[in-house]
């Protein structure tokens, strides 16, 4: 059984996604394989053995320490897209918001009617300070076309508006998905210094944290709207106003400030998205070994092929995949597929092997790694069903360790330790920690 530890309420819709036979899942279970969480604070948590991915339902990770789980050989999923929808629709709210100044006008109608006056002659004579310009014909700048971004800028040229969207990393699928009114700007000085609104919709990292600096506003237009509804602060008096879903305290001193009380992602509707897509993404990673949406390790999926996968996190070095398949072949591990991709410091390796020097088994196996021996097996005594298919679960190490140390999915005791040869130490010595080795076969015949 995998066990899954859910740190905050997740939708039923997405762990429904989890086969009950093959899953246990609860908010208390120990040791456990996979986490779904929310927006709980994990900088503090105390990361089990077992533990191999994080599922965050959202898009944000901040409170997930990222590097922290990249070094333990933790995968960190989150969710880009599932909410797309939602925050698209807030920041149409936000655009609005900007312009016309409805919420201080909707609190100032409250404060005349709790004070007693005429409301409809207070309204008459009160409204011209809340008047505000229209979006259509305005210049709209949306800095980071992702999911979200893509769906803010075309649904903004049919409210008339003339958008601009700027993205150096922009997908083939936003691409794709892109307006054909939307003009593409090459940098962020031509939505600077053209636009009338600007939207941010990237996340708050070392790279984009302060992009709206004091060389940033002096090429700004006088009387500026700017909509966050990603993350991060702003402080300049040359902003008309300035809406958030991001409050904090030092956003609420500042003038013309919108604050809404993160309310992007709250429907139903995006809480249900987020859940599913999480869990199915800690699904395919457990059982397959595939990863996507990983925001520490690089996207890999691939239909199964061969006898076995094997799967490997290590350090993005030069020479790391020369190693680890001198030890396969050594081994008398015939690989008849391999694929490698990097992210950062960081790569994924994964090899399909149509033949092994053992005995096909007559029960599933798992394979793994150990410190001094370079493949260990051991039979597990349940069979795992998927449909037609049958698979057994992933094994794992980690290092360093004060010993020699390899444990199966389980904590089964070893049966049969196959000591080839002394080379997986020198991987992990020369190449760096080799953070997690996964295996996964299956029965003969699929």
Not at 297 to 318: E, M
Not at 372 to 389: E, L, V
Request: contains cysteine; charged residues 20%; proline residues 5%.
């Amino acid at each position: 059984m995998y066990r899954i530890k859910t740190l905050n309420k997740i939708s039923p819709a997405g762990l429904s996604v989890l086969d009950q036979t093959r899953y246990t899942i609860s908010t208390d279970v120990e040791n456990e394989d996979g986490i779904l969480v929310r927006s709980a604070d994990m900088h503090d948590y105390a990361f089990p053995d077992a533990l191999r991915a994080v599922a965050r339902a959202g898009a944000g990770t901040n409170n997930i320490p990222i590097d922290r789980c990249s070094e333990a050989g933790i995968v960190v999923f989150n969710t880009p897209g599932a909410n797309a929808n939602a925050v698209k629709e807030l920041a149409v709210c936000a655009l609005l918001l900007a312009s016309r100044k409805i919420s201080d006008g909707v609190a100032w109608v409250k404060e005349q009617a709790a004070a007693g006056a005429d409301v409809e002659q207070a309204v008459e004579k009160g409204k011209s300070q809340f008047v505000g310009p229209e979006l259509s014909g305005k210049m709209l700048g949306v800095i980071g076309l992702g999911a979200i971004g893509v769906q803010v800028a075309n649904i903004a040229t049919k409210l008339g508006m003339t958008v601009f969207g700027y993205d150096p990393f922009l997908s083939v699928d936003g691409a794709l998905s892109l307006s054909r009114l939307v003009h593409r700007a090459m940098d962020l000085e031509t939505i600077y210094k053209n636009c009338d609104y600007i939207t941010l919709h990237v996340p708050q990292t070392p790279e984009t944290k302060g992009m709206f600096n004091e060389d940033a506003f002096h090429m700004m237009k006088g009387g500026v709207r700017i909509l966050n509804l990603a993350r991060g602060t702003l402080d300049s008096g040359k902003v008309a106003c300035y809406v958030t879903d991001f409050p904090n305290g030092k956003i609420l001193r500042g003038k013309n400030v919108v604050a809404i009380p993160h309310l992007g992602a709250s429907p139903p509707e995006s809480e249900e998205n987020c859940a599913v897509m999480a869990a199915q993404e800690l699904k395919d990673y457990l059982e397959n070994g595939n990863i996507q949406n990983s925001v520490n390790l690089p996207t890999l999926v691939q239909p199964w092929s061969g006898v076995s996968r094997l799967c490997i996190i290590h350090r993005n070095a030069p020479g790391a995949i020369a190693s680890i398949t001198g030890v396969l072949s050594k081994d008398g591990v015939n690989v008849a597929n391999m694929t490698n991709k990097s992210k950062k410091d960081y790569a994924y390796t994964w090899t399909a092997a149509s033949a092994s020097p053992w005995p096909t088994p007559s029960a599933p196996w798992t394979w793994c790694c150990g410190c001094a021996c370079s493949i260990t097996k051991q039979p597990q005594k349940t069979r795992r069903n998927t449909g037609s298919s049958a698979f057994f679960s992933s094994a794992c190490v980690r290092f360093p360790r004060s010993r020699p140390y390899c444990k199966v999915k389980g904590g089964e005791p070893m049966e049969e330790v196959l000591d080839h040869n002394q080379e997986a130490e020198q991987i992990f010595r020369q190449y760096g920690r080799l953070l997690e080795l996964v295996a996964a076969a299956q029965l003969p015949g699929r």
